[in-house]
């Protein structure tokens, strides 16, 4: 199948796409695959439920970034520059020291990022350039949360893993096995996932050659909706609303009458439960405090039964959001971070759909179907007045 041809049915200038681009598939790509009516993802080849919590973090973000798995020096020489790419630019840091304390954490790293990207960078430093966002992104984060907090600054240490030296530098503390597992598994699961809005947009910048900095930016304004990576603090705030399971049946219901969404709920591809969110409640279930973990449940089950009820054709399941909200806390990232702490997983998936769409590139130039009027003229009031 070659570029812009749906799955269903070709896309042409006589019949327009379907809106928001729903089954059509817009480049082949090595890097991952999802079935959405099985319920499985896959990371060149290899299922995500075999790769989380068996091999560390690294060892997947390799197998994104190169196509297979490292071997042990491969592996160590790769943690070893992720450790080494950690520390931030003077420039930035006067920026985290500066930036407003309400802001919202994601927009500091997109700020972040644009600061990073000044300096000149060209197509054959892509991956010192891929290897210091990715390394980079806890470090501005946790930089960021302490300065608002007004606490010291934690310097990064190259000799922890990349989920552990974000723990380490937000919370002061050396994370414990447990918490380590749990963020390394996020990190693994939220990595890449198939063409989602923010992995488009970061290849549709990228296909213009511009340089990877400005393709990150892009990337993290689409996370930044609730429609993508936004869910996961309105997750927790909804389960903080509910309280109590008891109160999660109504709270629901009054919802649903508002025609409002249940965040953590649907999504574009999954037909059955998102394979992540499989994981994630366990490691929730693992990590959690057990009264969150139970009304997170309890919502869950109530949920699916009302959202059947309103969808019976359209099975709305929990997605990725739901329980990483649970997991996250667990390990001690703030709420606002929730959506920051995905682009430092997502970054890895991006910089390698990046890599992918230069080593073959075409700039993304779809067409669109005008539907205004025609053969209006400028009134005869403004021609006499020019
Ligand atoms: N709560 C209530 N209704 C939902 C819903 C939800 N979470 N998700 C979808 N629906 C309903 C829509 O209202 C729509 O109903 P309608 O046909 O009567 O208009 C129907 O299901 C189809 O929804 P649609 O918007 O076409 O699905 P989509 O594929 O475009 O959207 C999501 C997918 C993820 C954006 C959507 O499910 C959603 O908004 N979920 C909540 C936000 C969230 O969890 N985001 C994280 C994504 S990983």
């Given at each position: ?12 200038p ?8 729903e ?10 695959k ?8 896959v ?46 630019a ?5 920026f ?25 960078s ?12 990715v ?42 096995k447990k918490h ?47 429609l993508?990576?936004?869910?996961p ?5 909804m ?15 009054e ?34 405090d057990p009264?969150?973990?139970a ?32 997991v996250?806390?667990?390990v ?10 995905f ?12 890599m ?15 539907v ?15």
């Open positions: 199948m070659t570029s812009c041809q749906s799955s269903e049915n070709l896309a042409s006589w019949s327009p796409a379907p809106k928001g681009l089954g059509v598939v817009v480049a082949n790509t090595m890097i991952s999802i079935d959405g009516k099985g319920g499985k993802l990371y060149r080849g290899y299922d995500i439920q075999d790769l989380a919590g068996n091999i560390p973090f690294e060892g997947v973000a390799f197998l994104l970034w190169v196509g297979h798995l490292p071997n042990p020096l491969e592996f160590d020489t790769f943690k070893k520059n992720l450790g080494e790419h950690r520390n931030i003077a420039d930035v840091k006067i985290l020291e500066s930036a407003p304390h309400e802001a919202v954490p994601l927009s500091v790293l997109r700020t972040a990022v644009s600061i990073m990207g000044l300096r000149p060209d197509k054959d430093s892509i991956l010192e350039d891929g290897l210091n966002l390394s980079q992104f806890p470090t501005i984060l946790s930089h960021y949360q302490r300065t608002r907090n007004e606490e010291e600054i934690i310097a990064p240490r190259n000799d922890l893993g990349h989920a552990a030296n974000y723990i380490y530098m937000l919370t002061g503390e050396v994370p414990n380590e597992h749990a963020l390394d598994s996020y990190f693994t699961l939220l990595a890449d996932h198939g063409m989602n809005a923010s992995t488009f947009s970061a290849r549709v910048t990228i296909s213009t050659l511009t340089d990877i900095y400005s393709a990150i930016v892009s990337a993290i304004g689409t996370l930044k909706g609730p993508h990576g936004g869910a603090s309105k997750v927790w705030e389960l903080q609303e509910i309280e109590k399971p008891e109160n999660a049946s109504a709270w629901l219901k919802r649903l009458a508002n025609n409002e969404r249940i965040m953590g709920f649907g999504h574009r591809i999954y037909k059955t439960e998102d394979p992540r969110s499989k994981i994630l409640k366990e490691l929730a279930k693992e990590n959690a009264d969150i973990f009304l997170a449940t309890t919502v869950e089950t109530e949920a699916r039964k009302l959202l059947q009820a309103e969808h019976p054709a359209r099975p709305l399941d929990t997605n990725v959001e739901f329980y990483s909200s649970l996250l806390s667990a001690g990232i703030p709420t606002d971070m929730f959506t920051s702490t682009a430092c997983a997502r970054a890895f998936g991006w910089i390698a759909h990046i992918e769409q230069l080593a073959d590139n075409r700039v993304f130039r779809p067409n669109s179907e005008y205004g009027p025609l053969d209006l003229r400028v009134p005869e009031a403004w021609r006499a007045k020019n």
